[in-house]
Antibody
Framework: QVQLVESGGGVVQPGRSLRLSCAASGFALTSYGMHWVRQAPDKGLEWVAY????????DYAESVKGRFTISRDTSKNSLYLQMNSLRTEDTAVYHC????????????WGQGTTVTVSS | DIVMTQSPLSLPVIPGESASISCRSSQSLLHGNGNIYLDWYLQKPGQLPQLLIYMTFNRASGVPDRISGSGSGTDFTLRISRVEAEDVGVYYC?????????FGGGTKLEIK
């Protein structure tokens, strides 16, 4: 069964760091692109970052570029999001999302992990 | 960045009737390979977003055929026929042509 399970969220002060993890099962990360998508409280969906299946391409939303880093560990079949210099506007539920080949839509979403940035 | 604009913001529908949601992109989503990279997602209350439609008109696995997508270039429509209670939620369009991927603001479908 294909599943994504995020962890690592929490409450942090502005300027601090957090590392989110996403454990994938039922498929290999080396075969699929992966995204992080976030949803602020009572707001819509916002794409955050992308990691290609072959590891050659990464990309970020402008709002997080230079502060967040997406990575993966193929031995653990896990995706990560290192978040530095956190701001209050980064407060959101963060989902990792699987992206099938040929851009056939984001077909599997993790349940998300909550990040709250507050002083 | 490609800006996605949805309308209406709220959509009250009588069960059994049809509903349409519009999505407009600030630039064409037509790729050189001929595909149009526009997806639709539904987020039911308290649930995760789920993929409904990819590449404008292709239904995701398990999506009933009373839900359909259409459009070309910059104007897109999601149509739901014979609306049921289970269709309630917020519908999002998203362009997958290029990063940054961008979502519309969402349309909340509710039962009248």
């Amino acid at each position: 069964q294909v599943q994504l399970v995020e962890s690592g969220g929490g409450v942090v002060q502005p300027g601090r760091s957090l590392r989110l993890s996403c454990a994938a099962s039922g498929f290999a990360l080396t075969s699929y692109g992966m995204h992080w998508v976030r949803q602020a409280p009572d707001k819509g969906l916002e794409w955050v970052a992308y990691f290609s299946y072959d590891g050659r391409n990464k990309d970020y939303a402008e709002s997080v570029k230079g502060r967040f880093t997406i990575s993966r560990d193929t031995s653990k079949n896990s995706l990560y999001l290192q978040m530095n210099s956190l701001r209050t506007e980064d407060t959101a539920v963060y989902h990792c999302v699987k992206d099938p080949p040929a851009r056939h839509g984001m077909d599997v979403w993790g349940q998300g992990t909550t990040v709250t940035v507050s002083s | 960045d490609i800006v996605m604009t949805q309308s209406p913001l709220s959509l009250p529908v009588i069960p059994g009737e049809s509903a349409s949601i519009s999505c407009r992109s600030s630039q064409s989503l037509l790729h050189g390979n001929g595909n149009i990279y526009l997806d639709w997602y539904l987020q039911k209350p308290g649930q995760l977003p789920q993929l409904l439609i990819y590449m404008t008109f292709n239904r995701a696995s398990g999506v009933p055929d009373r839900i359909s997508g259409s459009g070309s270039g910059t104007d897109f429509t999601l149509r739901i026929s014979r609306v049921e209670a289970e269709d309630v939620g917020v519908y999002y369009c998203m362009q997958a042509l290029q990063t940054p991927l961008t979502f519309g603001g969402g349309t909340k479908l509710e039962i009248k």
